[in-house]
């Protein structure tokens, strides 16, 4: 065993002393849950009540219907549930920010005895009692998988689709950067124990777009614009596109990567006009530019290649700011270029 390997079985120990201790859990994730969210979320649910664990999940938002194929889905309770319940230990994953399980979660939800923080996300608040943050773990996905594994239990079928789809997500399809031999040889562990297809998980994830979301998607392609040197490359959606097509903000999801894919484009972003009219805003990168950074200059956060914000103005006000600020990555100023030798 290498020394990183037993670093992270030390963060993994002081966790399994809680699931020793404690009998009732609860989890939650992020506001508009995405594939390693859900996958996460429902892959350490399975763990714990293997265990023999009470446990609770409370989301949010509701689980898209593209993940309505993974077990248990249906057993995510929403805010409206909390009550007075109270779980000896809420495990929050991959959110980044406690506020980021949405505000009105995170006033209600209160664990009696500990509160921990499981993410990969660089950008992440340690704001837990335990944080399990692995900034280097392709997916929270991947680092609950290692956590069940350290923890010498058996990995269960359903276990094993949950995590898979987690990893499949946030590495798209095993595309981008945050892909290794080991994350490859984790899905591939994930397959021979789930016993699932995978072409059938990527259909389920991926093919089953409801055709008002296709209807959006010729909406805003038609917002593109591209900066003068080809860079930049952005595209808005409205609240009038949503009531057009018929659609939600979660139609939104996968756009930006559409337009990444623009030969010589370095930085993409969607901007959706959110209800009360602020901007949510979604950024890609191709590898120059640290997107994580950027967002974070706009109290966001995220991935190097892969990051968001949400910006009190209005969607055309933010994407300007945005562009601005994106050049300064792309064309530093002699200063700037000054100061990043000196680091
Ligand atoms: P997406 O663009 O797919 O919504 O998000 C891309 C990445 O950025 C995800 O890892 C997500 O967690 C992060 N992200 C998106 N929006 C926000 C935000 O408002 N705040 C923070 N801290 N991270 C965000
Ligand atoms: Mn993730």
């Not at 980021?100 to 995170?106: D, S």
């Not at 990893?167 to 095993?174: A, I, K, P």
């Not at 009219?277 to 990168?285: C, E, F, G, Q, Y």
Request: hydrophobic share 40%; with cysteine.
């Amino acid at each position: 065993m290498d020394t990183r390997q037993m670093v992270d079985m030390q963060n993994y120990s002081t966790l399994f002393s809680l699931f020793d201790r404690y009998h009732n859990f609860a989890l939650s994730t992020h506001i508009n849950p995405d594939g390693d969210a859900i996958g996460s979320e429902l892959g350490l649910y399975l763990f714990l009540t293997g265990l023999g664990k009470s446990v609770k999940m409370f989301n949010t938002d509701a689980v898209p219907v593209n993940y309505r194929f993974l077990p248990f889905w249906d057993s995510i309770e929403s805010t409206h549930s909390v009550g007075t319940y109270q779980p000896e230990v809420l495990i929050v994953l991959d959110a980044s920010t406690l506020e980021r399980i949405g505000k009105a979660l995170a006033k209600t939800l209160h664990p009696t005895h500990s509160l921990i923080n499981i993410d990969h996300h660089a950008t992440a608040e340690a704001f837990g009692d335990i944080n399990l943050i692995v900034p280097s773990a392709s997916s929270t996905s991947e680092i609950v998988y290692k956590l069940i594994k350290y923890h010498q239990t058996p990995i269960d079928k359903a276990c094993a689709l949950c995590l898979y789809t987690g990893l499949m997500f946030d590495t798209g399809c095993f595309r981008h950067s945050n892909t290794t031999a080991e994350t490859h040889q984790i899905a591939a562990e994930l397959i021979e124990i789930g016993e699932f297809a995978p072409d059938e998980v990527y259909r389920n994830v991926y093919e089953h777009v409801p055709v008002a979301k296709i209807h959006l998607l010729s909406e805003v392609l038609r917002t593109l614009q591209v900066t003068d040197d080809g860079k930049i490359a952005s595209v808005y959606v409205t609240q009038t596109m949503f009531r057009k097509t018929g659609t939600t903000a979660d139609a939104v999801e996968g756009i930006v990567n559409q337009i990444q894919a623009i030969a010589g484009v370095e930085v993409a972003l969607c901007a959706s006009e959110m209800m009360d009219r602020s901007t949510k805003v979604s950024l890609r990168s191709q590898g120059c530019v640290d997107v994580s950074q950027l967002a974070a200059e706009f109290e966001g956060g995220g991935h190097a290649r892969a990051a968001g914000c949400r910006i009190t103005m209005p969607y055309l006000l933010a994407i300007a700011a945005l562009i601005q600020a994106a050049q300064r990555y792309i064309h530093p100023s002699p200063v700037e270029q000054g100061d990043y030798q000196k680091d």
